[in-house]
Every structure is written in structure tokens, then in C-alpha cells.
């Protein structure tokens, strides 16, 4: 693992009021003004954050309808152990799941520069998002048939843009900065 990047281990040791894991709040300032470079940029952490927050955010919908529509311990029965692909939400949490984890490994692991991860999920999603809706019984069970695929869909398309727009164009211009600061030196 990068030093840089490393674990609390290649930290100076406490040193007294105002630290955080041993190490002043100062030093660290002016670790960040020297001109280290980062393990993740500012940009990659926050489109990050936000897959995070996609994931969880279905899940806690996820958990409201199981609890509104009879108990989330009988629900939960119905919907994963006794599966049906037109009346279950269970699907949907599952594609949170597959968003998160492949978004994470490709973009947070892996720090790939290249769109095709997204472009995956986003496919994926979609695909499985409009064929659900059109096949299911959702739509009739109320507010949930409505909110969690337009959501699920919604957060999709916002991780495509804040990477697409934001995280990997920033990044180039970083990248290109950085570039040209050292062929002047």
C-alpha cells in the first residue's frame, strides 16, 4: 500500500492537545500545502459518498415498505424466501447492491479513468428498472410501486452524471495541471 496512502501506523506519534490519532491538526495542514498527493481526489470521494448514499437510501425505503405493508419479519418472508418478480421489491435492493458493489470496486478500488463501469450499471439498471415496471404488479401496491424504481432510476442516472461531468473531466484537469506544473520545473 502507498505511504501515502497507508494506515495510522506510518503516523507520527501523539503529540498532545489538538491532535487527532496522534497527529496536530497543523502538520497535517501543511502536509496537504506541500503538495502531496492524494490517494483519491476530492471529486472521486464524493461521487463515491453518493453511490454509498444510493445504497442506503434504497435499502431504508426498502425497510419502510416492509414495515408498512405488515411487519418487516413476514415481509421480508414473502418477498426474498417465497420471491416473485412482479409483486417483490427485493430485486430492487438487489440492483443497489450490484451498483454499489461495482461502482465501488471499479472507482474507489480500482481508481479506473474510463466510463465503462457506469455505463455498465447504468444500462443494467435501466434495463432491469423499465422491464420491471412494464411486467409488474408494483404499480398497484401504492406509493412504494412508484417510489422505489423512480428513485433506483433517478440515483442511477445522477452517479452517471456526477461521473461523466464531474469526476473524470476534474480529474484530467488535475492530471493535466499536475503535467504541465512539473514540465516547468
Not at 2 to 25: E, M, V, Y
Not at 61 to 68: G, P, R, S, T
Not at 113 to 141: D, E, G, M, P, Y
Request: aromatic letters at 12%; one cysteine or more; glycine letters at 8%.
Amino acid at each position: 500500500m502507498n505511504a501515502q496512502c497507508g494506515s495510522t501506523d506510518s503516523w507520527p506519534a501523539p503529540s498532545g492537545a489538538g491532535s487527532i490519532k496522534g497527529t496536530p491538526i497543523q502538520a497535517r495542514g501543511e502536509s496537504y500545502d506541500a503538495g502531496e498527493k492524494k490517494c483519491i481526489s476530492d471529486v472521486r470521494r464524493t461521487f463515491c459518498l453518493f453511490v454509498t448514499f444510493d445504497l442506503l437510501f434504497i435499502i431504508l425505503l426498502w425497510i419502510i415498505e416492509l414495515n408498512v405493508n405488515g411487519g418487516i419479519q413476514k415481509q421480508l418472508e414473502r418477498e426474498v424466501l417465497h420471491y416473485d418478480y412482479r409483486a417483490s421489491f427485493f430485486d430492487i435492493f438487489l440492483l443497489a447492491v450490484f451498483r454499489f458493489a461495482t461502482l465501488i470496486l471499479a472507482y474507489a478500488v480500482c481508481k479506473l479513468r474510463h466510463w465503462w463501469a457506469i455505463a455498465l450499471t447504468s444500462a443494467v439498471s435501466c434495463a432491469f428498472l423499465i422491464i420491471k415496471v412494464i411486467l409488474s404488479k408494483l404499480l398497484s401496491q401504492g406509493a412504494f410501486g412508484y417510489l422505489l424504481p423512480i428513485i433506483s432510476f433517478v440515483l442511477t442516472w445522477i452517479e452517471t452524471w456526477l461521473l461523466d461531468f464531474k469526476v473524470l473531466p476534474q480529474e484530467a484537469e488535475d492530471e493535466n495541471r499536475e503535467c504541465e506544473g512539473s514540465g516547468r520545473g
